[in-house]
């Protein structure tokens, strides 16, 4: 029953957010700070991609778990993905709607994730970009995770990018390492510190981009982890 309710917190949430972010431009790249965030992030993915031998995307399978609008596996068709290898799987109907939108050669699922509508050893890539902060109940947590796994090829990887802190949002579980070790056992893991505070990047980016970058650097500001795992 916790499982259960907490999925239709998560519903709610989703829905109030819309709503909350109706005209905004919070999320645009248009919004110079939001623009900031999103180059870092797909720099720091694309280094640690190539660092771990994924030079080449037009022939490998790729899972997002929680994909939303499909905006972060738009990234990955930019990075050279071939669209009918790309999947995507979410809880709401109307984002995966857009999401099919944007990718029609891709293929979607509507699901928890807890219980992923593929075969076991499917995909060389396994991504999840702040899907799994936004799960307050443990139990689904540690399913999803499970499940990321059994969908994995021997050799492949999986990407996590999330926050390890959000004190702003009650609606949000921040993921530290000693729990991502806890969430996917057995596996070998590196992690990178990265993203600017959003609250700073806001703040700064339509005054000094250079000085971002400064604080970005020192990595004492950064609020996510991007994680590779691999078992």
Known sequence: ??????????????????????????????????LFI????QRGVLTTLKKNGFTSLSNLLILEMGCGGGGVLTEYLGFGASPENLMGVDLLLDRLLHAHHLLPGSGFANADGQSLPYLSRTFDLV???????????PEIRR??????????????????????????????????P?????????????FHRITLAPPIARKLATVSWGLCLFLENLKI?????LVTIRP
């Open 178 to 190: 000693a729990e991502i070790k806890r969430l996917f056992p057995n596996c070998q893991y590196e």
């Open 127 to 137: 991504l999840q970009y702040t899907a799994i902060s936004s799960i307050l109940d």
């Open 38 to 41: 999103v180059q870092q992030r």
């Open 1 to 34: 029953m916790k499982s259960l309710n907490d999925i239709a917190r998560l519903r709610n949430e989703y829905e109030d957010r819309k709503h909350r972010l109706a005209g905004s431009d919070v999320y645009s790249l248009f919004n110079r700070a939001n």
């Open 221 to 225: 500001f950064n609020t996510h982890y």
């Open 143 to 176: 399913n999803i995770c499970a499940d990321m796994l059994r969908v994995l090829k021997p050799g492949g990887m999986i990407l996590s990018y999330d926050f390890w802190l959000n004190p702003a949002n009650p609606q949000t579980h921040g993921i530290r």
